[in-house]
Each structure stands twice: as C-alpha cells, then as structure tokens.
C-alpha cells in the first residue's frame, strides 16, 4: 500500500528534541529550590544534577547566558536564571491578564458607570495595559499604555501594599520623586510633597515622606483597597484594589476613577466594590480565597 504524503508525514518520527529538552532541564534546575537559596549554582553541581558531562553542560549553559536566559555571576562563577527569562514570562502573564480581566473591568464599568483601568507595576511607575471606558462625555482620562509615578496613584499605592518594610523602603528612596507622569501633561503635579490643588483649594497630599507611605499601606491592607481624592489630578477621584496570583502575590491593580462631582461622595462603596471584583479575577487566576 503507497501513502499519501499526509498520511507518511503523519506517520514519520517526529525530529530529535532533545536538545530542547535538556535546555529545559538545565533551566528547571536552576530554578530549583536549591539554586534559589544558594543564590546559583555551578557548571559541576549542575551537571551533577542532571547527570550529564560537565562540559556539555557548561557550553550550553554559556549559550543560553548570550541568549539571556541564564546569567552568570563573574565572582562566583555561578549560573542563576536569566532576566530575559523572567521578561518573557512578564509579558506572557499580563496578556493573560489582560485577556482575562475584561469582563471583570466592564462589570464595573456596567456598575459604576466610570472608566475602569488594569495596571501593573514598572519600577517607579504605574503601566495601565488595559481600559473600559465610560460612557460619560465627562469622565476619568483613560490612560492606556501611559505611565504615571506610583506613590502618587492609587493604583501604584495597591500594587506595592504587599511589600516588606525594607523593600519599601527602598524602593521609596529610588523613586519618591519621581516625576508625576511619563510624557507632557498639564496641571498635574510634579514633586512629593506639594500641596494638592483641589476645587476646594489646596491641601496636603496623602504621602510626603515614608511615614505617611506606610501609613498609607496599612489603610490600604485593612480596608482592601485605595483611594485617591484629587491627588492626581484636579477635580478626578479613584479607588484600586490588588489582584493577585496562585503565589498569593498580587500582580496587578483594578482602579475604577470619575470626576469627583459623581463618585467622590461614594469612594467607600466604590472601593468595596473594586475589591470585590478584584477578588474575582484573582480566584480565576489561581489565587487562594483571602
């Protein structure tokens, strides 16, 4: 009996992967527990590991370092996992992010009736990589792909409520001063610590210094969500609530703003709400019920 060529392709062993597959070994040990808490491991203790020669595994290990995926330190001679390695994961979790939390950014636009946004986390800033916008004429600024300084945002204030002290610390030192906005935009502010134009006038700003920041973190832990009052911007109030992961870590932030006019006698019950949303995309993404 003759073949097809559908049916002898079907039927043909499948290329050698096992290149591949070893690659993929070398990084699952190197992100083992014990590289990890040793901070990397070495071309012999690897090879060990996978039971493999330790030249071969050094010379692999050395491509996968040009290719970014592994970084060697220069002192200990240790490999760790590599920075490219966690990119590509970083932007394979927030398009899944982003895929996955529309429906839940426009039950709050159905429900508010106010411009819903998802934002995440980079450096110093807020990154919003998705937005439901209201149906007002007269509403929140959608701030698709715009960055925008964390401290100051209710959003950015969420997505490190989670931290440690000395990492807060830290990153408050590195970026308490960063500039309000990535990119021309009138009449926000532009440093810590200024007072906050309000159409009421002026008054101080939630956050000045890393006192009223943590103070700022255990208001938000205990109510579950943040809330800005003109802070940002004149006239513009919002809340944020944490989503999180299957670690248990939270990712990224839900924040629903408005003209203050319409929302800034109901930031409580809007802020509940945000949380309640949020917990909703956080248990479809893994995280255990809080």
């Not at 009996?1 to 039927?11: A, I």
């Not at 993929?24 to 491991?41: D, M």
């Not at 932007?91 to 950014?105: D, I, Q």
């Amino acid at each position: 009996m003759t073949l097809t060529g559908d049916e002898s392709s079907s039927r043909r062993p499948r290329r050698n992967s096992a290149g591949l597959r070893r690659d993929l070994e070398l990084l699952e040990v190197l992100g083992s527990a014990e590289a990890e808490t040793a901070g990397g491991l070495g071309v012999v203790r690897v090879a060990e590991l996978v039971g493999r020669d330790k030249g071969m595994v050094s010379r692999t290990l050395a491509t996968l370092a040009e290719a970014g995926l592994v970084s060697r330190d220069p002192v200990t001679q240790t490999y760790q996992l590599g920075y490219q390695l966690y990119a590509l994961a970083a932007r394979t979790l927030e398009s899944r992010l982003v895929r996955a939390s529309v429906p839940y950014l426009r039950r709050l636009v159905t429900a508010t009736r106010e411009t819903t946004n998802l934002c995440v986390l980079r450096g110093g800033n807020v990154l919003t990589i998705a937005s439901e916008m209201s149906e007002y004429a007269f509403r929140g600024v959608g701030w698709l792909g715009v960055s925008t300084a964390a401290w100051q945002t209710s959003s950015g204030r969420v997505l490190v409520s989670d931290w440690a002290e000395e990492d807060l610390r830290r990153w408050y030192e590195a970026h308490g001063h960063d500039a309000a906005v990535i990119g021309p935009a009138p009449g926000l502010r532009e440093g810590l610590g200024a007072a906050v134009p309000t159409s009421a006038g002026l008054r101080p700003p939630a956050v000045t210094d890393f006192t009223s920041l943590k103070s700022e973190m255990r208001r938000i832990r205990q109510r579950g969500y943040a809330v800005v009052d003109e802070e940002f911007e004149t006239g513009v109030v919002g809340v944020s609530a944490p989503v999180y992961d299957f670690r248990q870590t939270i990712v990224a932030a839900i924040n629903v703003s408005a003209p203050k006019p319409r929302m800034g006698a109901h930031l409580d019950e809007a802020g509940a709400l945000t949380a309640r949303v949020a917990a909703e995309l956080s248990a479809q993404l893994g995280a255990p019920s809080r």
